[in-house]
Structures are given as structure tokens and as C-alpha cells.
């Protein structure tokens, strides 16, 4: 049961000198019925120690199996300590609001309880962090990070894929690297974006006199220094030139390359001059696919990455549309067409997953006004793919088909291809005729359905 008088008022120590302790936490402390510590280890808390009306939640760091565990039995002591009545003031490390876990669990539950809470600020981490190396957070767009949730991004994870989402080019601050095993795998998600030799700077106990240190150290060595709950990591902006792993860096290279006193040849393409280019270096791809060359492989796809980008910056300029909405086409068009990963429907086989994901295609066409369901089979294929690869996805749909054994297997098509030539026709034109016949005998283009059994299924239809 709460008492009228109860309240809360959670405060920041700040980060370990006393010195820097505000006037109004200390206010606080000297006006307090009770206070709880959330921990006894942090520096700076020597007038504490012997308080008749102080208690902290060490014991709950050694009984709790994890931080999900942890934080919100802190939450309910001090809720449990606000309901017998008086000003219960909590008193964290740093900052309250930063990086603190257990404070917007304790709002909660104060709301719930009808409990008023007053949350004030304080001096945290990123305050004497900018003092020890001289840094300004704002100058560069610093960005902030905590280090367990950097550690959960792992180079050894096949689905981390672009859950980093750090910019090299901008400077870095990963907090509270309280351990060497955390300090590894900071370092193994750090890897993704930053090469192994890039200097890092370790600032430990930050603004406590005659305990702050600053190191300069390659990343590689991250783990093989001692650090502890004091510690942050500052890594400094990468040049834009150098920032090679990030994918933004292509976009702004490609930018600086189609700006003026650019390249010369980059700030002459148009759409129609790279069309080749695209169709080339898909088929270098499907080549290293094919020949199962893996440094190959990204090399090839990175040109044609390369191609993306200059298409969309040609568009920004020409003012049709930008990069963002490419990546906002693709990914909505994912998120939309995966029902039964990102939403509540259930696909659990592969021929289940072609089935919603036709169903989320035609009613997509539906709400666009627009249908495929009277184009002949060989319409709803792209305009410039080969011939014989739309005869081959026409009549054999999302299949894989092999190489034949006999040799000569090709030879009565390679003969007559050669007798086209020699008439002067054009081989693909011919062939995709004779196709666009023969399905349309079998094929009610008005009623849009398949006649004689012919599959009319589109294998590699994406709009």
C-alpha cells in the first residue's frame, strides 16, 4: 500500500569524482528518508559509505542470472522501499538517462503504483569522455554506442548483416567495456567496418583525478589491455577515402565522382549509356556464380552495386528519385511480400512461401489498377532478357536445369541459329515469334488462362 508521502527521485553521481557531483543530487541525498544505490563500486562515494540510511543492490548483481534478470528486481526494490513511505531517492553511476537501464523500469512502475518520481540530470560518461581526449561530440556527428549491444553483432554471425549500422566516417563511442571477453567481441563486430591495424583510443576512469588514462592502441590489441567498468573506447573518424567497407562510402563516392570537377566520363553517363553495362556485368556475376569463384563473386557484384548507385544518383539529379527510395522500394516490398517471416501468416515449405508471395503480387497489381492476367506468358518477362531464357522460365519455371552430358546435345539448335544468320535473319526475333505462336494456341490471351496444360508460370516476375 502507498503511503501519501511517498516519492522517488532517481539521481546521477556522476562519473566518479565527487567534485562533480551536482548541487541538486547532492540536495537530494542530504534531504532523503532513504537512499539505494544501485551499486557500492564506483568511485567517489567514500561520504556513503558509513550512511545509516544508504543500501545498495550488490547482492542482486550476484544472485541475478542475467541483466534482463537484474535490472528488474532493482526496479522492484526500489519500488518496494517508495511504497513504506518517505523520499526514497536511487542513486546510479553517471547519468540517469544514459545508459541506465533501471531507471525507465522504475517510471514504470512508479506510474503504476500512483508513485510521483522526479528524475534529475546529472554529469555522465560522455561529459568528461569529451575532456580527456579533447573532442567536441557534435563537431563530427558523434556516434554512441554500448558495448553489450555492439558485442551481440558478431563477424562470426551469417545473419549480422546490417545490424551495424555505424559510418566510419563519422567518430565512434562504444560505453561501458567492463570486461576482456566483452572488449573481444566489440573488437569481432568492430572488424565488419574498421581494418584490424586502425587506431583506437581507451580512455578509462575518465574525469577522476589521478586514475584517468588514455591509450592509443591499433583495434586488433583491444582485448589484450585491462579494462573495466570505467572503460570507453573512442574511435576517431575514418577519411572518406579510406572508409572502404561502408556502404555509404559509395554513395558519396559516386556523388563525388558525378559532382562538378568530378570524372569527366562519370558526369557524361545517362541512364540509356549504362544500360550495357548493367546487362554485362550481371552475366559477370551469373559467370562467378557459375564457376563458384567466391573473390570473383564480390568483386562482380560490387560492380554491379557500382551500377545501382550511379543509376540512382543520375536520378537525384535528374530529380525522379534518390537512392533512399530505392531502399525503401526494396525493403517494403520484402517486408510486405514475407507475411510469414514479418508478419502473422504461416508458410512452413517452399511452395507455401511462392504462394503468398503470388498472393501478395496480385493484390498489389489489384490496389494499382493494373493486372497481368490477359499479357501472354512471354509479356510478363522483361523485354530485353534472352530468348531461350524465357522459353526456358516459361516451360520450366523456378528450376534448375544442368548442363546436358552429350555433347552434341546442342548441335540441331547451334544449325539452326547458323541458318537464320545465313538468311539474314535475326536469330532471337525468329525465336521468340515462333514461341509468342506457339503458346498463343495454347493460351486464351482475353481470358487470361492456360489452355492444353502449357505453364504459364513466371519464375523471375518480381513487379
Not at 562533480?20 to 543530487?25: E, H
Not at 574498421?194 to 583495434?219: K, M
Not at 553517363?269 to 556464380?289: K, M
Amino acid at each position: 500500500m502507498t503511503t501519501p508521502d511517498s516519492r522517488i527521485v532517481a539521481i546521477g553521481l556522476g562519473p566518479g569524482n565527487p567534485a562533480l557531483r551536482t548541487v541538486g543530487a547532492q540536495q537530494m541525498l542530504d534531504a532523503a528518508d532513504r537512499i539505494i544505490l544501485r551499486t557500492r563500486i564506483h568511485p567517489g562515494l567514500d561520504d556513503l559509505a558509513s550512511d545509516a540510511r544508504v543500501t545498495d543492490c550488490d547482492d542482486l548483481y550476484e544472485s541475478a542470472a542475467n541483466f534482463d534478470v537484474l535490472y528488474p528486481a532493482i526496479a522492484q526494490r526500489v519500488l518496494g522501499a517508495a511504497q513504506v513511505g518517505g523520499v526514497v531517492v536511487f542513486a546510479v553511476p553517471g547519468h540517469p538517462r544514459v545508459g541506465e537501464r533501471t531507471v525507465p523500469l522504475i517510471e514504470a512502475g512508479a506510474r503504476e503504483l500512483g508513485i510521483p518520481i522526479d528524475v534529475q540530470d546529472a554529469v555522465s560518461f560522455l561529459d568528461v569522455t569529451a575532456g580527456a581526449i579533447a573532442m567536441d561530440p557534435l563537431a563530427r556527428g558523434l556516434q554512441i554506442v554500448d558495448a553489450e549491444e555492439l558485442a551481440q553483432i558478431s563477424a562470426g554471425d551469417p545473419f549480422a548483416s546490417g545490424q551495424l549500422s555505424i559510418d566510419p566516417v563519422r567518430p565512434l563511442l562504444v560505453a561501458q567495456l567492463y570486461n576482456q571477453d566483452l572488449a573481444s567481441e566489440v573488437k569481432i563486430s568492430l572488424s565488419r567496418v574498421y581494418p584490424d591495424d586502425y587506431l583506437v583510443i581507451v580512455v578509462r576512469a575518465a574525469g577522476i583525478p589521478g586514475e584517468q588514462t588514455v591509450q592509443e592502441l591499433p583495434l586488433h590489441a583491444l582485448d589484450r589491455q585491462d579494462v573495466d567498468y570505467l572503460t570507453s573506447v573512442w574511435i576517431p573518424p575514418m577519411a572518406p577515402l579510406e572508409a572502404v567497407r561502408s556502404s555509404a562510402s559509395l554513395t558519396r563516392l559516386v556523388a563525388r565522382l558525378r559532382a562538378p570537377g568530378g570524372c569527366p566520363w562519370d558526369r557524361e553517363q545517362t541512364p540509356g549509356s549504362l544500360r550495357n553495362a548493367v546487362l554485362e556485368e550481371a552475366y559477370e556475376v551469373v559467370d562467378a556464380i557459375d564457376s563458384e569463384d567466391h573473390g570473383g563473386l564480390a568483386e562482380e557484384l560490387g560492380d554491379l552495386l557500382l551500377l545501382v548507385a550511379m543509376q540512382a544518383q543520375i536520378a537525384e539529379e535528374n530529380g525522379t528519385f534518390r537512392i533512399e527510395d530505392v531502399f525503401e522500394e526494396v525493403n517494403r516490398k520484402l517486408i510486405r511480400r514475407h507475411p510469414h517471416v514479418f508478419g502473422s501468416a504461416s508458410a512452413t515449405t517452399p511452395e507455401a512461401v511462392i504462394a503468398t508471395w503470388e498472393g501478395v503480387k496480385e493484390r498489389e497489381r489489384t490496389e494499382k489498377g493494373s493486372t497481368t492476367a490477359n499479357l501472354h506468358p512471354i509479356d510478363r518477362l522483361p523485354r530485353s532478357m534472352p530468348v531461350t531464357r524465357k522459353i526456358t522460365e516459361i516451360l520450366a519455371p523456378r528450376t534448375s536445369l544442368t548442363a546436358p552430358q552429350d555433347p552434341d546435345a546442342g548441335n540441331e539448335l547451334l544449325a539452326a541459329i547458323r541458318a537464320l544468320v545465313q538468311r539474314g535473319f535475326d536469330p532471337e526475333l525468329a525465336l521468340e515469334a515462333s514461341l509468342r505462336r506457339s503458346i498463343g494456341k495454347a493460351f486464351d490471351i482475353e481470358g487470361g488462362s492456360p489452355g492444353d496444360g502449357i505453364e504459364t508460370e513466371q519464375g523471375r516476375e518480381s513487379a
